[in-house]
């Protein structure tokens, strides 16, 4: 049975806080296997992120904590991996990041850790030194215990089917990868995509040059054409032209909700045909077209509401 998860945004409002609580109600409800928390350049929704993650540990979901290398020290990173993990966190995306609004390509805006792998690298020493063993039952002697390695963490990293903006080639991209897999990297998501083949073309080809962690597709249910303009822009890729026109010919919200759903539910149908092992869902703090994306494809079944 392939797997799905979620990724949402802290609030930044009380309005918004007010409105992604009750999202998040639904979201848990339905059990996906982990829900992601953005987190923003430098530490800037360091406490709102951190309320939801603490409020996520109290549920029976998985919180899995994002964390980019924009603007940190060394010890400052190490500062904040050490309060996610005091706070019982042990699931992360670990994220190079993007340059500040303004920044040009040689501007020093990353800080002291200079890649994705390099953050991946000290969130597991951070853990190791943090709690190096564990105490284990030994079988069939009751009380006796023995060491073992520690609590292993899971991190994971992004994966880019169409290829990063600043990579020079899918080779580049897939070299990249590998590398954070070799850093302890244990799971990739994928980039923002339109097209199932682009995502299942480029899995094909990570396997091949030897990239084993699974790489979950990321699927966005695009409701309007402005929120298709915005993705475009943030993630440089190429214009879906008929999904912008069947946008922008549907005229009301509604009618533009439906459009969206259906694109992202013929996505999914794709991918999981193709082979892939689950879903991770983009939901901007919203459940309704998420769940009802998963009800299309089989994976949930949703109330009236979420239809």
Known sequence: MATYSF????????????????????????????????????????????????HLLTTSVAPMAHLTCVGWTYPEMTRVIR??????????????GDPPAGAVEGDNFLGDLKSAGELVQLIHRVQVERAPFSQVDVPGFPGAKRLASGEKVTIAVAAFPNGHPRSRSVEQDIDTLLAKEAAGANLAISQLFFAADDYLRFVEQARAAGVTMRILPGVMPILSPQRLHRMIELTGERMPLDLLARLESAGTEDAQYAVGVEHASALSRELLDGGATGLHLYTFNKHQAVLSVLGEVGLFTPTKEHA
Do not use: K, W
């Not at 309060?83 to 190079?96: H, I, N, P, Q």
């Open 83 to 96: 309060e996610f993990l005091d706070a019982g966190l042990t699931s992360f995306l670990a994220l190079r």
């Open 7 to 54: 990724e949402l945004y802290p609030p930044r409002t009380a309005a918004s806080e007010l409105s992604l609580y009750e999202s998040l109600g639904e979201l848990v409800a339905a059990a996906p296997e982990f829900i992601s928390v953005t987190y923003g350049a430098s530490g800037s929704t360091r406490d709102a992120s951190l309320g939801v993650l603490r």
